[in-house]
């Protein structure tokens, strides 16, 4: 039950979602960024791609938007270029369109205006953990960490309390496409050619199509101009609307990628809590400049995302070619032993170097104030209410190489 050794043999496929059960394979990560920091990686499933697993080279890859191109998508797997322009976000854009999308939403998300939300994110875990902690055993994933970023989802978007469960499922339906524990229609597993035209090739994509165009209809009826959804609809300085599909891209981005990567932050923070008692401690004093950012570079929800190159060039002394993908690894990079100290312990007061927003580069994530807030305060309140955590079964990960959490994370706790 242990968290802290990897388990794979250090040539795991980092193609397969099966490789990633167990969570990521840091031994072969860790060999790559000894031995071949920019590798050619094989692909059954579609075109090979290239590997980049260490942490100087994924921060400086990530500055070269004009190299390497979010414009083929952002996942290994291939796309015709109508599947391509029928599910990109903004996203899957460069600059200058996705600085101008971006700039309609961006002020929503700012440090400033994420502030504002303290009080409201604090009620909300109170609440959270009232029902939890009463029950002393349970599952930390589903009772705790999956509940405060779909309350503030609803706060986010606009949307009725009692949607929230079904937006989640959702929202997991399309992220987790590949875990037959979010979805009946598992996308290496079986033919899904008939969604390929919706977002991550998921039927759930078309019910949440369906579900924003309402939502729209009817805060349009009631005069309601608030929100992110919105914004993101007004015209831009040459008077161009974003288009209908777009727009419902958009908010499939926002459901699903909004909720799981704070979700599994917090899922992997708890676990982590199991296992290094100090924590409890240290999250009771004077750690939150930093700490939140630190169980967000343990988490590393997000395992990488893809680029492709628009031009011929070097790197590692490898020649990569026009067109070819290049994957940025994430979850490598965040413990990469040449960027952190002791990476496979989690230590509060780290300064914050981890790669987990897309630092520097124009797709650095939208929502990493949220992200911080709600890590901060969930657990915060958390080590002010108990006195001890534990881990009283095993934990289980998403079957994804691209989404990386614990879904299931069975605790007891005893309160203070």
């Known amino acids: 039950m242990t968290i802290w ?17 167990d969570g990521a394979p ?44 979010s414009a083929k998508g952002i996942r290994m797997e291939d796309q015709t270029e109508e599947e391509y322009l029928a599910r990109r976000t903004f996203q899957e854009t460069d600059p200058p369109e996705h600085s101008q999308n971006r700039k309609k939403v961006s002020r ?7 502030a504002g939300f303290d009080a409201q ?56 496409n590949t875990d037959p524990d979010f979805t009946d229609f598992v996308a290496d597993q079986m033919d899904t050619d008939e969604f390929r035209l ?3 090739n998921s039927p759930a994509g078309a019910e949440l199509y369906v579900y924003a165009r309402e939502l729209m209809q009817k805060k349009a009826e009631a005069g309601d101009t608030d929100g992110v959804l919105h914004m993101i ?19 499939c981005l926002l459901v699903a990628a909004g909720n799981d990567t704070t979700r599994y932050s917090i899922a992997a923070g708890i676990q982590a809590m199991c296992h290094q008692p100090e924590l409890l401690e240290q999250m009771r004093g004077d750690v939150w400049e930093t700490a939140a950012d630190e169980i967000i570079r343990w988490a590393s929800p997000a395992s990488y995302f893809r680029r492709t190159a628009t031009e011929d060039f070097s790197f590692h002394s490898k ?3 026009e067109g070819e993908k290049v994957l940025l690894w994430f979850a490598s990079g965040n413990r990469d032993e040449a960027a952190f100290d002791d990476p496979f312990r989690v230590r509060l007061d780290r300064p914050a170097n981890h790669v987990s927003f897309g630092q520097g580069g124009p797709h650095m994530c939208l929502g990493m104030w ?47």
């Open 121 to 176: 994110i604090r009620d909300i875990v109170n609440d959270i953990l009232d029902r939890a902690l009463d029950t002393r055993e349970f599952d930390a994933t589903r009772l705790i960490a999956r509940e405060l970023p779909m309350r503030m989802l609803g706060t986010i978007i606009g949307t009725p309390e009692e949607d929230l469960p079904w937006l989640v499922e959702k929202g997991d339906a399309l992220m987790a």
């Open 26 to 69: 840091h031994n072969t990560f860790a060999r790559l960024r000894r031995d071949d920091p920019m590798h050619w990686t094989t692909y059954e499933g579609g075109e090979d791609f290239w590997s980049v697993t260490r942490h100087a080279d994924i921060l400086e890859l990530n500055l070269q938007f004009k190299r390497l191109s």
């Open 233 to 251: 609809l007004q015209p831009d300085k040459e008077g161009n609307v974003m288009p209908e599909r777009e727009f419902q891209n958009f908010f």
């Open 370 to 416: 949220l992200a911080r807030l709600e890590v901060r305060i969930l657990f915060q309140e958390l080590a002010r209410r108990i006195s001890r955590i534990e881990q009283v079964g095993d934990h289980a990960f998403v079957r994804s190489n691209f989404m990386g959490g614990i879904k299931r994370l069975p605790v007891r706790i005893t309160p203070a």
């Open 319 to 321: 020649k990569i070619r």
């Open 198 to 200: 919706m977002p991550f």
């Open 108 to 114: 929503a998300f700012s440090r400033g205006a994420v």
């Open 5 to 21: 050794t990897p388990t794979d043999d250090g040539h795991a496929d980092l193609s397969s979602h099966d490789a990633f059960v």
